[in-house]
């Protein structure tokens, strides 16, 4: 069985200021990661995806998240926040090698202030 | 290329009325999910499923739920005898025959039972 924890529902950060939203994931088998954005009232973006190659991984609108199998985490960071970046962050995890079912967290709501 | 697409966007239903809902992948997918999303909450797998076969339908409730891809026209989630408990949002997402690690996401049907 697969499963993701996000620590804090919410997060709140200064325009400007590092954006950090922590994942941590348990799979039996090294697994595919993924990060999505939800603005209100619309479907998910993906916004990147880690499938074992460089662990290291960037995305679309400066976003980045590096995967490290010690600490079974995949953390988004971007490094200055815009106010475009309030939404719902969700981390989501999969089996590699078959079309399978996502296993996505509670989602974290991400607050940019002036 | 026309990304995925769902419709209602917004359905109203009574308790015990049946809700429909129609999910057209992108150009060239041949594999469907739904998933469902309850308020303040994460995205709960429901169904897999490829052209006229039914791959894992484990998230699906045993009763009254029920999914279809048929070989033309769309993926269709079908709620009998709607309860309250049924109002969510329910995203289907598509993805291509060869790269399978990664889901495009429609913009949800909010259904919402009276």
């Known amino acids: 069985a697969q499963s993701v924890t996000q620590l804090g529902s919410h997060v709140s950060v200064s325009e400007g200021a590092l954006v950090l939203l922590r994942c941590n994931y348990s799979s039996s088998v090294p697994p595919y990661l993924f990060w999505y954005v939800q603005y209100p009232n619309q479907g998910l973006q993906l916004l990147l995806k880690?499938?074992?190659?460089?662990?290291l991984v960037k995305g679309i609108n400066g976003f980045e998240a590096e995967f490290k199998k010690s600490e079974t985490s995949f953390h988004l960071t971007k490094p200055s926040a815009h106010m475009s970046d309030a939404a719902e962050y969700f981390c989501?995890?999969?089996?590699?090698?078959?079309?399978?079912?996502?296993?996505f967290g509670t989602g974290t709501r991400l607050q940019v202030t002036l | 290329n026309a990304g995925v697409m769902q419709n209602p966007r917004h359905l109203v239903r009574r308790r015990g009325q049946e809700a429909r809902l129609r999910c057209s992948p992108m150009?060239?997918?041949?594999?469907v999910y739904w998933y469902r999303q309850l308020p303040e909450e994460g995205l709960k797998f429901m169904v897999y499923?490829?052209?006229?076969?039914?791959?894992?339908e484990s998230g699906m409730p045993k009763e009254r739920f029920s999914a279809e891809f048929p070989k033309e026209g769309p993926s269709i989630l079908r709620i009998q005898q709607v309860v309250r408990g049924d109002s969510a949002a329910y995203f289907c997402?598509?993805?291509?025959?060869?790269?399978?690690?990664?889901?495009?996401f429609g913009p949800g049907t909010r259904l919402l039972v009276l």
């Open positions: 150009k060239g997918h041949s594999h």
């Open positions: 997402a598509s993805s291509p025959e060869q790269r399978t690690e990664t889901q495009y």
């Open positions: 880690y499938t074992s190659a460089a662990t």
């Open positions: 499923l490829q052209k006229e076969n039914i791959i894992d």
């Open positions: 989501a995890v999969s089996r590699p090698g078959t079309a399978s079912k996502l296993t």
